[in-house]
């Protein structure tokens, strides 16, 4: 899947760079093809080193474009500081904040030291560093914010409480500040995909059946900035949350029950 010339055109309206966070694996990785694709020059952030350089490799070589490459673990304290320092005065338009992953199993079994480590990565990092993009993007009248939810942050989600806490966490700041910012310049966006076959399924030890490929959801995320609230990128992702969608809340909260604990039934037979 490829962006249209004008929809490349509109990005590179935000302004000269785009930062990725989890540029390193997965969703965040393709969408920094795309923004390559699309001639703008790209802040890669993630931990691991190796996977940041040969990702910026190929796009300088590929695209002609530059390429910062930031290794920061977004869990600890000061690192949003850290991450605003490196960045400088650059022109930056768009934040895609997609560094982020997920547990899963029973919640009376879970490490409550990694619960807290996904709970500032996954919210008070995306908080924080909402926070400053978003003034920065309105001090300039233009920019671009993408944010991750997931199919499992619509419903309460056993098996994946905590994660799915996160995630509705992160869906209920991007569908308000995408209303509260208008008028501002500043498009939000939340993307929220279903099962897509990342490095996330193997970090927070689930087994998914039917996946997208990242490949799938890079071009319907940054299509849908400027244009939606909310993105659910891909037919399997529009097709779980339709299925869903008729059932009241406690409803959905069950079927999610049965379909995470097929995915996680391996850790708990045990
Ligand atoms: N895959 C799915 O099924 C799915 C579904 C719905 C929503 N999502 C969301 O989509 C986003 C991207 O996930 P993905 O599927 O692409 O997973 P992924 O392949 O595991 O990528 C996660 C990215 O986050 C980075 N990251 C993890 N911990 C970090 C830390 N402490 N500091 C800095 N960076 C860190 C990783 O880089 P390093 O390891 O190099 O640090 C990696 O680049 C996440 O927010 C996830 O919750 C995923």
Known sequence: MKLSGSQQTRLRQYGKWALITGASSGIGQELARQLAES??????????????????????????????????????????????????????????????????????????QEELNMLHLNCQAVLEQTHHFASRFAGRG??????????????????????????????????????????????????APGPVQTGFASRADMQ?????????????????????????????????VGSLRLLPRWGKVRVMKQIMGGMTAHQRTV
């Open 142 to 191: 233009k920019g671009g914010i993408i944010l991750f939810g997931s199919l499992v942050g619509f419903q309460g989600t056993p098996y994946a409480a905590h994660y799915s806490a996160t995630k509705a966490y992160v869906q209920t700041l991007a569908e308000a500040l995408h209303v509260e910012l208008q008028g501002t310049g500043v498009d939000v966006l939340s993307a």
């Open 208 to 240: 998914m059946g039917a996946a997208l490929r990242p490949e799938d959801t890079g071009v319907p995320i940054l299509r849908a900035l400027g244009q939606r609230q909310t993105v659910l990128p891909g037919f399997l992702t529009k097709f779980l």
């Open 39 to 112: 001639k703008m020059d790209l802040i890669l952030v993630g931990r691991n080193k190796t996977s940041l350089q040969t990702l910026a490799t190929e796009l300088q070589q590929n695209n002609n474009v530059s390429c910062l490459q930031i290794s920061l673990d977004l869990s600890q304290t000061g690192s949003t500081q850290q991450l605003i320092d490196a960045i400088g005065n650059r022109d930056l338009g768009l934040a895609v904040l997609a560094a982020g992953f997920g547990t899963s199993g029973s919640f009376l079994t879970s490490d409550l």
